[in-house]
């Protein structure tokens, strides 16, 4: 395992990577960023992943949620992203959860974190709610054509900074779902190992009409 990890361990030995085979991460959503995520952080060595999805994989899907492939389509994202996690990394075990976040939450099983990677600003608002009720940190992700959103939450709300509706994202690029789940797994491996995280700071991540890239960051009010 150590040879597996020999990148990281540089970074921050070998007893902070042993470590990272205790914890327990659930990635609600399994389509663009919950693929992305689940990638970077099973290739990381997290131990454990909940994976949590009732969608099936459908061709428009494939660009830009890179854990499937042609031919997924049809099968459960869930499913399908549990066997490539555990594929890529014989140190990861994966569950996956054919079913909605209420349904799942039902469930009451304990993890270090919870990560949003859906595309549902009322299921968005669930996950909230259970981890202010349970006082359990979880991070917000979003993506919309080119920009996109991340929050690290621990004492602010989603739903005192944003309107709850039903309304469904644009266009999506695909480079933008990547670059803003690897944020989220940035923030989520500091934490997970120890490393200094800033909490209830919304980062967002935009190109102008000229391409430039910019970042702005707001500190969100305690709950």
Same mark, same amino acid.
């Given at each position: 395992?150590?040879?597996?990890?020999?990148?990281?361990?540089?970074?921050?030995?070998?007893?902070?990577?042993?470590?990272?085979?205790?914890?327990?991460?659930?990635?609600?959503?399994?389509?663009?960023?919950?693929?992305?995520?689940?990638?970077?952080?099973?290739?990381?060595?997290?131990?454990?992943?909940?994976?949590?999805?009732?969608?099936?994989?459908?061709?428009?899907?494939?660009?830009?949620?890179?854990?499937?492939?042609?031919?997924?389509?049809?099968?459960?994202?869930?499913?399908? &992203?549990?066997?490539?996690?555990?594929?890529?990394? $014989?140190?990861? %075990?994966?569950?996956? =959860?054919?079913?909605? /976040? #209420? @349904?799942?939450?039902?469930?009451?099983?304990?993890?270090?974190?919870?990560?949003?990677?859906?595309?549902?600003?009322?299921?968005?608002?669930?996950?909230?709610?259970?981890?202010?009720?349970?006082?359990?940190?979880?991070?917000?992700?979003?993506?919309?054509?080119?920009?996109?959103?991340?929050?690290?939450?621990?004492?602010?709300?989603?739903?005192?900074?944003?309107?709850?509706?039903?309304?469904?994202?644009?266009?999506?690029?695909?480079?933008?779902?990547?670059?803003?789940?690897?944020?989220?797994?940035? &923030?989520?491996?500091?934490?997970?190992?120890?490393? $200094?995280?800033? %909490?209830?700071?919304? =980062?967002?991540?935009? /190109? #102008? @009409?000229?391409?430039?890239?910019?970042?702005?960051?707001?500190?969100?009010?305690?709950?």
């Amino acid at each position: 395992m150590h040879e597996f990890f020999n990148r990281q361990i540089k970074l921050w030995g070998e007893q902070t990577q042993d470590s990272l085979q205790d914890k327990k991460v659930a990635i609600i959503g399994s389509g663009g960023l919950g693929c992305s995520l689940g990638i970077a952080l099973g290739a990381s060595g997290i131990g454990e992943f909940a994976l949590v999805d009732f969608d099936e994989v459908g061709v428009h899907n494939i660009h830009r949620q890179i854990g499937f492939k042609v031919g997924d389509d049809g099968k459960y994202k869930a499913e399908v &992203l549990k066997e490539l996690l555990e594929s890529r990394c $014989p140190y990861t %075990k994966a569950t996956a =959860y054919v079913e909605g /976040f #209420d @349904e799942f939450a039902k469930r009451e099983l304990e993890f270090d974190l919870i990560i949003d990677a859906t595309d549902n600003l009322p299921t968005r608002a669930a996950i909230n709610e259970y981890c202010i009720n349970h006082k359990q940190p979880w991070i917000y992700g979003t993506v919309e054509e080119f920009h996109g959103q991340v929050c690290f939450f621990k004492e602010a709300s989603y739903e005192a900074v944003f309107q709850i509706n039903d309304r469904k994202p644009n266009g999506i690029a695909c480079p933008i779902v990547m670059h803003i789940a690897s944020l989220q797994a940035n &923030l989520a491996i500091r934490y997970l190992t120890g490393l $200094p995280v800033k %909490k209830d700071i919304l =980062y967002y991540l935009s /190109f #102008d @009409e000229e391409g430039v890239l910019n970042t702005k960051k707001f500190n969100l009010p305690k709950s």
